[in-house]
């Protein structure tokens, strides 16, 4: 570890601390509806938008509507993107002459983008048309993000809400979201990526010949458009195999540390929403700062295994930490920062091979996921998850003094504790399950890539990172196969649908109850003894639900390297 | 509920048509506009012909050129399409060993290398990003030890004396991003297309 490195990690907090409270503000005034310096250019194609699609913007939806919305809006988006893969090859923009993509991949690939995971089956420049990219990929990085927002917008007005049966209207917050915030940040961004290097065509892959005569094909594309959202609405799926390791998709070490900011930027701003809304922000900072613990925690120890490197590599007398699969213009610390960042944040996206990451390296990001993405999270789906938390977290606190727990002036019930513990359990159910299946499969255990405890991490990764809507990978896992294509998107289809929906009937029945004003007897859920106690619920529920996989996996891992063992 | 449909399908379809035809495709020209060099892949041309991008690595086998870090891209193999083979800086494709901390074979590519450089230099400790792969098995770039380890063969091979090499490489040396951000690289297409010209 350098004190340069350090230096980086601490100036990228801060610049991320910085846009918290701007970016809140405007965030908040769209979603109440207001009007924003954008309103003169953006309001008149926001009302098109309503007139055509019948929408009377000023009817507000109950709960359950909400919900039907939002699934409705993604049965759309899964047969867009499954009907772009399987009829690519008969399209235009694909300069590449890409076939139609297997039908067990496209079902994957459609499923893994609407529920904003972005897992990588598919190798983007190997498989995919322009076509695919832009209006399959591109546009659901759009509506999932949007969707997520839109759902956390959904939750707060259930706190910030006194007896009300509405929660808000799905199109018009999914339609602000994508126009006022989420299309004007990208189309500056787009234009930043590619005076960094990014290509950003429609042209044929170059053919080159090399300093030695040989042929090197390039591939290219209309990349930095979709890098752009990819990054802000925490999607994570790249345009190339490689994702943001590849030249293309992340040229220097300034669009990389842009890239990491644009990963935090919304889900941070969105505590600070969170606080506007229930009227007071500090709020909203008790639970950035319960984020930025957790989050401190996590680098700290991924860029010290890194750093350190492996036995391996010591035994052959080679200093400067572990450098197997990452790119030498991030070097140590900025590929362990955005591991971090990536998994905290249910982006996915990955500067670097997590899977040729020490074995305790490797741990964080998969105890990040495993946590549910609440450090920062995705945008919209970090809060919510984060809110679910401190449901318990207050919950706990109410038993320990024997008071109906309050939270921001709602009383915390019973239904809202149920509906809290069954959208947590929902994970592990799911990521525990299908890796104790696939490690009794013989055709699945055949596509681990390493042998011994690594390979079995290889797969409880994937199904954490489906599952938790990540999209990162261990990536030597060969996941291109029937099993892993349906296992997987039925984690992702869980993890996603499962989860919102207790979200949303909690929104609902938060929103109809009378809000309550703090008396003597309310927990203060600003200072540091409230912070403490939900970092504290996070690791306690987290580490009884995942310790022992991750015994079987890392931790054996990091013994045996210790040991010298080789597999 | 049955009012929700007419949205679902006709709001998806306009903001798929904004933010899925429309914004990249301006963006295309927009950025085509401005920035006509990056939108099209930095590539480099010499006498009218492209060797190659300014940010993707390429392959160089020769003693006589600076050599990149190990790539581990893979690409079908032509004799057999279930089969792949080892295509080292394949543009086409992208990706990493993704071998693990106690992967036998990943601990026996790297002992192999490091006795082949050990070989060709044995004064000097051998840098690591020399005998690792990296992330995209595209990696432009050296850190300057890779890039000064490997003087002596190429002044050698070139005929030329070691301090012009080196200092050819110092040439080279990329800084942080404003003295902080990012690590100490050198491009390694450049730093030969140099000596190429400096041989002349």
Known sequence: MTLIGWIQILLYCAIVVALVKPLGWYMTCVFNGERTFMSPILRPVETVLYRIGGVDEKREQHWLTYTVAMLLFHVGGFLIIYGLMRLQALLPFNPAEQGAVAPDLSFNTAISFITNTNWQNYGGESTLSYLTQMAGLTHQNFLSAATGIALAVALIRGFSRSSMRTIGNFWVDVTRCTLYVLLPICIVYTLFLVWQGMPQTLGAYVEATTLEGAKQTIAVGPVASQVAIKMLGTNGGGFFNANAAHPFENPTALSNFVQMISIFAIGAALTNVFGRMVGNERQGWAILAVMGVLFLSGVAVTYWAEANGTSTLASLGLTGGNMEGKEVRFGIVASSLFAVITTAASCGAVNAMHDSFTAIGGMIPLINMQLGEIIVGGVGAGLYGMLLFVVLAIFVAGLMVGRTPEYVGKKIEAREVKMAMLAILVLPLMYLGWTAVAVVLPSAVASMANAGPHGFTEVLYAFTSATGNNGSAFAGLTGNTFFYNLTLASSMFVGRFFMIVPVMAMAGSLAAKKSIPPSAGTLPTTGSLFVGLVVGVILIIGGLTFFPALALGPIVEHLAMNANALF | ?200
């Open chain 2, 1 to 200: 509920m049955l009012r929700e449909i007419r949205p679902a399908i006709l709001i998806l379809l306009l903001l798929t048509a904004i933010t899925g035809l429309a914004y990249p495709l301006a963006m295309t020209a927009i950025a085509g506009t401005i920035f006509p060099k990056q939108a099209r892949g930095s590539l480099i041309e010499k006498d009218g012909k492209v060797i190659g991008s300014a940010l993707i690595g390429q392959e160089f086998k020769e003693d006589k050129y600076f050599h990149g870090r190990p790539s581990a891209i893979s690409a079908p193999d032509p004799a057999d399409s279930s089969k792949t083979v080892s295509a080292p800086y394949n543009a086409a494709n992208s990706g990493g060993s993704n071998l693990g901390p106690t992967s036998k074979a990943l601990a026996d590519r790297i002992k192999e290398d490091v006795e082949k450089l050990k070989a060709e230099n044995p004064s000097t400790p051998v840098p690591i990003d020399l005998v690792t792969t990296s992330a995209s098995g595209l990696d432009p770039d050296i850190s300057p030890e890779g890039a000064l380890f490997q003087v002596p063969r190429v002044a050698k091979a070139r005929n030329l004396p070691e301090d012009r090499v080196r200092q050819l490489v110092i040439e080279h040396i990329q800084g942080r991003m404003a003295g902080l951000l990012g690590e100490l690289r050198v491009n390694v297409l450049a730093l030969n297309l140099a000596l190429d010209e400096a041989s002349k």
